[in-house]
């Protein structure tokens, strides 16, 4: 199945939190609907399980979502995005905006995003 948004590269520290606490890990790559994270000391996660990703960017700005365990396998995680407070959302839009360089291709992107189950 051929993927409906483009990733973009991070390599951010970032914290997971989920139901069993929090731990520290690292953003491989994010897009509009999913974030890949790779964290040594994950803990143990059922794909469907609720968890939360908070990236911090710089001073004060921060992207948080909400979403569900997509795949887990060793050391990687891949969730898929479900809720962003809108602050965040802007955060992630200039992000992506930034790495793509076509305003046409962003569009694009948010119009898979609408559309999307």
């Known amino acids: 199945m051929e993927r409906r948004f483009q990733r973009i ?13 929090d731990c520290a ?15 040594a000391d994950l803990p143990v996660l059922a794909d469907g399980d609720e968890v939360s ?3 911090p ?13 997509c795949w887990h396998e060793g ?5 898929e ?3 962003m407070p809108l602050e965040s959302a802007s955060h ?7 790495n793509l360089g076509d305003e046409a291709l962003l569009e694009r992107e948010f119009a898979a995003l609408v559309q999307s189950p």
């Open 9 to 21: 590269p991070l390599e951010f520290p970032a914290t997971l939190l989920t139901d069993g606490g």
């Open 25 to 39: 890990v690292r953003v491989e790559d994010i897009s509009l609907k999913g974030v890949l994270l790779e964290g």
């Open 53 to 55: 990703v908070d990236i």
């Open 57 to 69: 960017l710089s001073g004060e700005a921060r992207i948080t979502v909400e979403g569900r365990v």
């Open 75 to 79: 050391l990687w995680l891949g969730v």
């Open 81 to 83: 995005i479900e809720a």
């Open 92 to 98: 992630l839009r200039r992000l992506v905006e930034l």
